[in-house]
C-alpha cells in the first residue's frame, strides 16, 4: 500500500463577514481545507 499524498486545488477564495481572506482547497480524495488570512496583518490564522 502506498501513503495518500493531498492533492489541494484551489476551489477558489471568500471574504469573511469578519474581512478576512478564505482560501477553500480540496482534493480529489474528498478531503478538504479551509485557510484563513488576516488581510491586515498578512497572518495565516487556521481555526
Ligand atoms: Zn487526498
Redesign the pocket.
Known amino acids: 500500500m502506498s501513503v ?4 489541494r486545488l484551489n476551489d477558489g477564495y471568500a471574504v469573511t463577514e469578519d474581512g478576512q481572506l478564505l482560501e477553500r482547497t480540496s ?5 478538504s481545507w479551509e485557510t484563513f488570512f488576516q488581510v491586515d496583518e498578512g497572518e495565516p490564522e487556521n481555526i
Open positions: 495518500h499524498v493531498h492533492v482534493c480529489h480524495c474528498g478531503a
